[in-house]
């Protein structure tokens, strides 16, 4: 089989890994936590990293008026569904399409992602924003505004006592290194193409 | 600082103290954040309870009661705990606790158990170190002055609970001074589960009327038997100071327990009334339960040829202690200025020969020159104790010249005295009771502190001194209080401790039948003139907090249980006029107290344990109304 088509499936079969590590992490520090409470994001579940963290976090995060994190999230239906698609969808075209089509693959994948994102980015500000009016202990920003406790998206941020970690843990690197291949893919073929033009 | 060393040596001392001086300080410096090399577990005498040092920083890290009722837990107060103080004389809430020991496997420390005694109402209880708590405790009948006690067998088969006081067996109305001969001393062989760690009385062995007074497992070579010394071996029944100091030489009692163990698993032995309590708490019912037992299976020791001999050994021996490859075993007279050490194997050789110098009670008496290895002179008063390093040394306490002295297993030479600041009684080498000494500290426990620290009144705390004994010559590095009258101690590293210690207690597995497993189940129910209130605890809120329609003259439980499952996060209770104490409830744990409203009003309750940045908002009322009120009983539930 040509080289590009097993870069192709490979690349979008790394996108199972999803099923099994989680994508996400966030992880919060503070000095009386010397081991820190932290959350995995799975695409179908958020789990403790230690057990009952999301239960510490929770009973913590309540006297800013936080609400509790959801047992679940309707993203926790879709996002898998998608996923599975993608992966049979790639392999697929890694088996019968042409190697336009790996960048077709590509860029809905990149689309996906971004969505994904996205879509964590707004659920991450409503969590950190949306608080209880009669939260115990209230904080504003310098400029007055009611300060808000949105975890980073991505990288490090303090947060009063805690500093908030969020990176992508070995499901996300299996996605992006998959989506890597499927675009080498593409190189590939494109380039064995031309040269088969030029022949 | 060496002002006070004693005589030849207090100069030689303080040309050093200088330089070494600061050497000590950095060698018992443990940084902020930084932990310990070792835990030290001393009793805590008249305390009833344990405390748990750092070593070698001397940090006090925890008290566990054992035989005392504690208020900073509620233990002994509350509802669960209560049972673990029942005894056959009813509900004892202290004892005097002595001799703790840590449970072993081949000889080792495994840190499963430390086993400690109860002197005054004989008991032994077993704390279990992955908690470090009170799991349970035995009473011991035809027992008093529970003394020589409690050590453990090579592989934790047995704890051993010895008499000092022998006393009619079983009791009887009689004159005190026809002692002799019809008082009895019992040993007790306590067996302790391989697996769950539970204890049972397994049999007694009925000895002559003498005062059982410390104890010593054989190891290696002599596993299999255990040795008690003794005094008053004169049966004197007055003034023992004079009358028990009148033989020339007392006894070690050498006890082949495997044999005895043999004989009565083949059904030897016979079976008395008696009536103990048997005291069991369990971690995930949270409650501990007591059972009266009702027989006691006792052994005539002359009834087991081979099983039982007398040592003879000069005046009037304390310690008993058994080298780390079982071949010696040290009596020291305290009478005396030396120490008389035992060969094991000559005491086998001895009794192969049929060597014997006569017999008491029909039990053989041993000829002193044949099973005595050496003789170590000392130059010190009154020794009493002897633990050991791993390379051949032994150390001993003189309690009368305040000092331990550093001696060789085999050549009996001294190597080395140190002063101890004053009159010390034990002493503890991590490991020192098993075939594996960690011989890089040694702690004294010494009875008299006079000047040693601040003045806090005529009485001060007991100090412990903390020698490096890795060298040649021994160091004195630093001295801290203790607390009550620490008697013996054990220690072992804090890496076989740290790794097993629980967080928390796993809501999931509380099976206490008034638990409730989340906040949302809070409820108070009446039964009669019975109010129980199942309430939670999370920080920073008690659920329910407002309680209306108890009345004057009602029984009000409060089971609380704490549903945090973080390490640490403790919270407590307490309402006031409660004839009681607080408690202090785990997370994932529930505990019971009781409270009996005598007048009317609106009366508050709170979290005692700084738990939260609200703590202080942790709290909630109870209005009483009076007794004839037809005030419906109603509470609140999380602000609603
Ligand atoms: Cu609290």
Not at chain 2, 8 to 37: F, R, W
Not at chain 2, 99 to 110: A, F, K, M, R, V
Not at chain 2, 604 to 627: K, N, W
Request: aromatic share 12%; net charge negative.
């Amino acid at each position: 089989m040509k080289k590009h088509k097993i870069l192709m499936m490979v690349g979008s079969l790394l996108l199972l890994l999803l099923f099994a590590f989680p994508l996400w992490n966030i992880t919060l520090e503070a000095p009386q936590y010397p081991t820190p409470l932290g959350m995995d994001i799975y695409i179908n579940k958020f789990e403790d990293m230690h057990p009952h963290d999301i239960k510490n976090i929770n009973l913590m995060n309540h006297y800013v008026g936080m609400k509790y994190i959801p047992e679940t999230i309707p993203e926790f239906k879709i996002f898998p569904v998608v996923i599975a698609v993608m992966v049979i969808l790639g392999v697929f075209i890694g088996l019968k399409a042409n190697y336009k089509w790996y960048l077709i693959w590509f860029i809905l994948m990149l689309v996906l992602g971004i969505a994904g994102m996205y879509d964590f980015y707004l659920w991450e500000y409503n969590y950190g924003h949306d608080l209880d009016p009669k939260a115990i202990m209230k904080f504003t920003n310098p400029d007055g505004s009611i300060m808000g406790f949105q975890p980073p998206l991505f990288g490090s941020k303090d947060i009063l006592n805690f500093k908030a970690h969020s990176y992508p843990r070995l499901g996300a690197y299996g996605m992006f290194f998959g989506m890597f291949l499927t675009f080498i893919a593409y190189l590939l073929g494109k380039k064995e193409a031309k040269k088969v033009k030029s022949n | 600082m060496f002002m006070m060393g004693c005589g030849n040596n207090g100069n030689k001392t303080q040309e050093k103290a200088g330089a070494l001086g600061s050497n000590a300080a950095e060698k018992v410096y443990v940084a902020p954040g930084e932990h310990d090399e070792f835990y030290a577990f001393l009793s805590g005498g008249y305390s009833g309870n344990v405390t748990v040092y750092g070593l070698p920083s001397g940090r006090m890290l925890k008290e566990i009661p054992v035989f005392s009722q504690f208020p900073t837990s509620g233990y002994g107060y509350s509802e669960e705990t209560k049972p673990m103080l029942n005894t056959s004389h009813g509900f004892i809430p202290w004892d005097d606790s002595h001799h703790p020991d840590i449970s072993q496997t081949n000889g080792e420390l495994d840190g499963r158990f430390i086993f400690i005694n109860g002197n005054n109402t004989p008991r032994i209880a077993k704390i279990d170190l992955s908690v470090f708590e009170t799991t349970e405790i035995i009473e011991i009948p035809n027992s008093a002055g529970n003394h020589s006690s409690s050590f453990v067998t090579e592989n934790t088969e047995y704890v051993v609970a010895g008499t000092r006081f022998s006393v009619p067996v079983p009791q009887v109305d009689m004159p005190i001074n026809e002692y002799k001969g019809k008082f009895k001393g019992a040993l007790s062989f306590i067996s302790v589960d391989p697996e769950h760690g539970h204890m049972d009385l397994k049999f007694q062995i009925i000895m002559p009327g003498f005062n059982y007074d410390l104890s010593h497992p054989g190891r290696g070579n002599s596993h299999g038997w255990f040795f008690f010394s003794t005094y008053n071996t004169e049966e004197a029944s007055t003034l023992l100071e004079v009358n028990a100091s009148q033989n020339d030489k007392d006894f070690i009692a050498a006890i082949n327990w495997k044999k005895i163990e043999e004989y009565v698993n083949n059904g030897g032995g016979k079976k008395m009334p008696a009536n103990y309590a048997h005291n069991v708490y369990d971690e995930s019912t949270h409650n501990a339960t007591s059972t009266m037992k009702k027989e006691v299976l006792v052994v005539d020791p002359t009834e087991v040829p081979g099983a039982v001999y007398l040592l003879p050994t000069p005046k009037s021996p304390h310690g008993c202690d058994v080298s780390p490859d079982g071949e010696y075993i040290i009596g020291s007279g305290k009478l005396s200025a030396d120490l008389t050490v035992h060969s094991f194997t000559n005491m086998l050789k001895a009794i192969e020969d049929k060597k014997f110098d006569g017999e008491a009670y029909g039990i053989p008496i041993m000829n002193y020159d044949d099973v005595v290895a050496g003789v170590v002179k000392s130059g010190g008063l009154g020794p009493l104790h002897t633990e050991f390093d791993a390379k051949g040394n032994a150390y001993t306490t003189f309690f009368i010249s305040s000092e331990v002295v550093k001696w060789k297993l085999g050549t009996w030479e001294v190597i080395d005295r140190k002063p101890t600041y004053y009159s010390v009684g034990h002493l503890m080498v991590p490991g020192g009771n098993s075939r594996k000494p960690f011989g890089k500290y040694l702690i004294a426990m010494n009875k008299i502190t006079k000047d040693r620290y601040l003045p806090t009144g005529p009485e001060l705390e007991h100090s412990v001194q903390l020698y490096d004994i890795s060298g040649e010559k021994m160091e004195l590095l630093s001295d801290f209080p203790s607390h009550g009258e620490p008697h013996y101690a054990a220690g072992c590293p804090a890496d076989l401790l740290k790794p097993k210690s629980k967080k928390f207690y796993k809501m999931e597995e509380n099976k206490h039948p008034y638990a409730i497993k989340a906040p949302q189940d809070a409820k108070v129910v009446r039964e009669g003139s019975n109010v129980h209130i199942y309430m939670s605890t999370i920080r920073s809120h008690f659920t329910p907090d407002n309680i209306e329609g108890i009345k004057v003259g009602d029984n009000v439980y409060f089971h609380i249980t704490n549903h945090e499952q973080d390490f640490d996060v403790p919270h407590g209770f307490a309402m006031i006029g409660a004839n009681t104490s607080e408690i202090l409830v785990m997370p994932g744990q529930t505990k019971t107290i009781t409270w009996q409203p005598k007048q009317v009003g609106v009366w508050p309750f709170y979290c005692t344990d700084f738990c939260s940045a609200l703590h202080q908002e942790m709290q909630g009322y109870i209005r009483v109304s009076p007794q004839n009120s037809d005030i419906k009983l109603s509470w609140s539930l999380d602000g609603e």
